[in-house]
T-cell receptor, first 118, second 110 residues
Framework: EAGVTQFPSHSVIEKGQTVTLRCDPI?????LYWYRRVMGKEIKFLLH????????ESGMPNNRFLAERTGGTYSTLKVQPAELEDSGVYFC????????????????FGEGSWLTVV | GIQVEQSPPDLILQEGANSTLRCNFS?????LQWFHQNPWGQLINLFY???GTKQNGRLSATTVATERYSLLYISSSQTTDSGVYFC????????????FGRGTQLTVWP
């Protein structure tokens, strides 16, 4: 079974440019999350999709960030325009069904997309 | 949000040594997971353990939910165990939203 896959793995862009990160969750997982870790800080939640709907987007830092999940499958996270402080690692994660007990609540992470804004 | 504190922040071991990593959290939780971030940045799920004890090879974990802490044990450390170990929890009221600790940076020398 394929895990959570993210693209690109690394991206270097100039301040003011746009970057779009993509995430393919584990097949069959309705829940999809975006997290990020900026330098020296802990990993922080950005938002949570249930299928194509945004369940919780309270962690999105500002309106330069736009996340979509068309059709409830893959998701994209666009940063426009990028600022220096957006540099960090952006993780995508997915889980099956939050109302299952046991290992069904396990959240699986992708390898992350490293973003450097110069 | 919920506060998650991990200790120690850094740990340096020689190969073969045992270690215990601790995670304290400030509120009751619905989910607790331990992750290992390897040197390539990948977050690997180690345990889903909101309570009780689990073992997987040289690793084991115990969560005492009533006292709001979890322990990760690594026995007979190997150089491949190096990396950052994260504890993350979610509260029942915010299902799926994990709160991470700052991690424990483990370095195992041959």
């Amino acid at each position: 079974e394929a895990g959570v896959t993210q693209f690109p793995s690394h991206s270097v862009i100039e301040k003011g440019q746009t970057v779009t990160l993509r995430c393919d969750p584990i097949s069959g997982h309705d829940n999809l999350y975006w997290y990020r870790r900026v330098m020296g800080k802990e990993i922080k939640f950005l938002l949570h999709f249930v299928k194509e709907s945004k369940q919780d987007e309270s962690g999105m830092p500002n309106n330069r960030f736009l996340a979509e999940r068309t059709g409830g499958t893959y998701s994209t996270l666009k940063v426009q325009p990028a600022e220096l402080e957006d540099s960090g690692v952006y993780f995508c994660a997915s889980s099956q069904d939050l109302f299952l007990t046991g290992a069904g609540n396990t959240i699986y992470f992708g390898e992350g997309s490293w973003l450097t804004v110069v | 949000g919920i506060q998650v504190e991990q200790s120690p922040p850094d740990l340096i071991l020689q190969e073969g040594a045992n270690s215990t990593l601790r995670c304290n959290f400030s509120d009751s939780v619905n989910n607790l997971q331990w992750f290992h971030q390897n040197p390539w940045g990948q977050l690997i799920n180690l345990f889903y353990i909101p309570s009780g004890t689990k073992q997987n090879g040289r690793l084991s974990a115990t969560t005492v939910a009533t006292e709001r802490y979890s322990l990760l044990y690594i026995s007979s450390s190997q150089t491949t165990d190096s990396g950052v170990y994260f504890c993350a929890v979610d509260r029942g009221s915010t299902l799926g939203r994990l709160y991470f600790g700052r991690g424990t940076q483990l370095t195992v020398w041959p």
